[in-house]
């Protein structure tokens, strides 16, 4: 049965159907525009602007069973990983977002053990939960095993994680994992999902939301990519409201951060904890210390501070206003 058009996911106006359809366009006609030495991100779900960076080389281009994968060299921004026509990562900037969507859920609770990621084939956050000492158990479901072939090819500095011992690589689609993953299994969850369309348009709806509920312990926590506010706050909207619906007795939280190579230079993160012992996201117990890092093989971080940490969930009034009935305060 076709969704009610009143039920599916609209950004500007525009239809998730009608945004894939275009993008699958879209990403062609990105590198198209190579020619001429730039490299144009174009894509409907952020209508009316393009980011353009010079590039020096194409290094890899291919297509895998689920999207176009393109890694090139740019003049200012060093290596980029480009998925379906959109910019996923800069080695320039990349540490911003992996090492949030990380250590904002791991720091915010007691020392886990367990932990899964969703997605993130690049590896850069298996590289920064990597530093987490108490860790006994790092997952990784990634459905695109090219992703991450090409990412250790090429990015060998974020795909470090996966040198870690305590990882295990399941090449899998992560909504079928987590339906078959033992209840309370992790202590956190991480989804670095692309945006909602494609492979990655389950990883934002309700049921995925209650498949990684059951598998968290009480008190465990879940990270996940969640777009802009300023120009995606019908889906974040959307992605409250769900998260409000499903952790229950828990917590629901947003935070962001600055990504430069990124539409509108920010992306969000939507942060829940099941019900059980409360989690306060906000107030770092958890600290991260590059002196005991358990993999001493990273590079120290470049990022995130216990002060980032709390300033992260400080939205401008406009998100405040959007979020203030579906967010704990």
């Given at each position: ?284 117990k958890n600290p991260i210390d590059d002196s005991k890092n358990a993999n ?34």
């Amino acid at each position: 049965m076709a969704e009610p058009e009143s039920k599916k996911v609209k950004v500007d106006g525009t239809t998730k159907e009608a945004i894939k359809d275009e993008q699958q366009g879209t990403a062609r006609a990105n590198m198209d525009r190579t020619l001429q030495g730039w490299y144009s991100e174009l894509s409907p779900m952020w209508p009316g602007q393009a980011l353009s960076l010079k590039m020096d080389k194409i290094l890899f281009e291919d297509r895998s069973d689920f999207q176009d994968v393109v890694v090139f060299e740019s003049s200012t921004w060093g290596r980029v990983l480009v998925l379906d026509g959109v910019i996923q990562l800069t080695q320039r900037d990349e540490a911003s977002y992996q090492e949030m969507i990380a250590h904002l859920p791991l720091c915010s609770i007691e020392p886990p053990k367990k932990v899964l990621v969703v997605g993130g084939g690049d590896g850069g956050v298996l590289r920064e939960v990597s530093r987490h000492a108490s860790l006994e158990q790092i997952d990784i479901v990634e459905i695109d095993g090219m992703v991450i072939d090409v990412a250790k090819k090429f990015f060998p500095d974020v795909a470090i994680g996966y040198e870690d011992p305590r990882v295990n690589v399941h090449v899998a689609d992560g909504v079928k994992f987590l339906k078959e993953t033992t209840p309370g299994t992790y202590d956190a969850i991480i989804v670095d999902s692309s945006d909602p369309i494609g492979p990655a348009q389950q990883l934002f709806e309700r049921p995925f939301f209650e498949s990684m509920a059951k598998a968290l312990r009480p008190g465990g926590v879940v990270c996940t990519q969640a777009e802009s506010i300023w120009l995606h706050l019908p889906i974040i909207k959307d992605l409250a409201q769900a998260c409000s619906h499903t952790f229950k007795g828990g917590s629901v939280n947003y935070a962001f951060t600055s990504v430069p190579t990124y539409p509108s230079g920010i992306i969000g993160f939507m942060l829940c904890s099941t019900a059980g012992p409360k989690v306060d996201f906000k107030h770092p117990k958890n600290p991260i210390d590059d002196s005991k890092n358990a993999n001493k093989n990273l590079q120290p971080l470049k990022y995130y501070t216990k002060e980032l940490h709390t300033a992260a969930f400080q939205l401008p009034k406009f998100a405040q206003d959007a979020l203030k009935d579906l967010l704990t305060s």
